[in-house]
């Protein structure tokens, strides 16, 4: 038993040892987004009790569980991931029929959202077993409870994933979003970060909400005008490790707020000297220095061009 969490097996055991476990049902078991000690002490008792487990890779599954101490046979694994989903429900099916209990698992996070799982929920309530959901962590909820995207009336968001890959796409894609008011989220993998961060930047000053490796040690969250994630991201190599989750504030409110850290930018620039106004401007508003010396130079160069004379 491995040592960390031999304490909570045992607690797991006395707290929820009392709790009916249901044969012939398929446990869709929530596991951690990176921080090992996040784990509910009921999907520890619920693991410590099935028969099988289904998941998305074997290998990620079985070094999760013997972090908690949990040895499961090499019998007792069915792979069920993206590119078998169908015929990965089928064995699950069969197990099911049999009266068996059955877990499932993600890599990370809550099984069903941008993760394989809704269709082996699909195809086995279909064929009329039960599924319980045992909760726990995901990365947009835990982004939207640390942006402070919902301090207005409206509590409503979106949840929209992985955008495409393929540049016209993603760009209607995120023209759809510039129009949509409310709260949206998407995710995104290191590689592609750079692009997705430049694409956004046609939101323009809409407020970001950038969440990288979150639980782990690094833990990242800083928010930001859309147009300034490119910078912040070139400004240092390491902010470009690591899985994101990116939140879109609602339209109106926030927007309200960054147009008033760019007027604090556009006053400051008229009395003091560049570098000056950026750093000031950096310790008031909370934003990135390298991304606000970048709009700075912007408005200054604005500026000078209105300055010229015209030609009639």
């Known amino acids: 038993m491995s040592a960390p969490y031999s304490k909570a097996l045992e607690l797991a055991k006395e707290l929820v040892a009392n709790q009916t476990l249901s044969s012939s049902s398929l446990y869709v078991i929530a596991s951690p987004i990176g921080n090992l000690a996040d784990v509910s002490l009921r999907a520890l008792f619920v693991l410590q009790q099935m028969d099988f487990i289904a998941c998305e890779d074997t290998r990620h599954t079985q070094s999760l569980c013997r972090s908690y101490g949990l040895e499961i046979p090499a019998s007792h694994w069915i792979a069920v991931h993206q590119h078998n989903e169908l015929e990965g429900a089928q064995k699950v099916a069969q197990v099911l029929l049999g009266g068996a209990k059955v877990a499932y698992l993600s890599d990370a996070g809550t099984p069903g959202i941008s993760d394989p799982g809704a269709r082996l929920v699909s195809a086995v309530q279909a064929r009329g077993f039960r599924v319980v959901p045992i909760p726990g962590p995901s990365s947009i909820t835990t982004l939207l409870s640390a942006s402070g995207a919902h301090s207005g009336d409206d509590q409503s968001f979106i949840f929209i994933g992985f955008l495409s890959p393929k540049s016209q ?12 008011q ?3 989220i998407i995710l ?9 961060a430049k694409a956004l930047s046609a939101l323009n000053d809409r407020v970001i909400t950038v969440g990288r490796e979150l639980t782990k040690q690094f833990e990242n969250i800083t928010s930001m005008p859309a147009n300034l994630l490119l910078p912040w991201l070139m400004e240092d190599a390491n902010r470009q490790k690591g899985e994101f989750s990116l939140l879109i504030h609602p339209l109106l409110e926030p927007k309200e707020d960054l147009q008033m850290d760019m007027k604090v930018l556009t006053l400051l620039l008229e009395h003091l000297p560049l570098k000056t106004a950026v750093t000031l401007c950096t310790e008031i508003t909370g934003l990135p220095k390298k991304a606000l010396y970048a709009q700075a130079l912007k408005l200054k160069s604005g500026a000078a061009l209105s300055d010229e004379p015209s030609d009639d």
């Open 169 to 180: 796409m993603r760009a209607r894609q995120i023209q759809d979003m510039a129009a949509q």
């Open 182 to 184: 409310r709260c949206q």
């Open 188 to 196: 995104e993998a290191p590689h592609r970060i750079l692009e997705l």
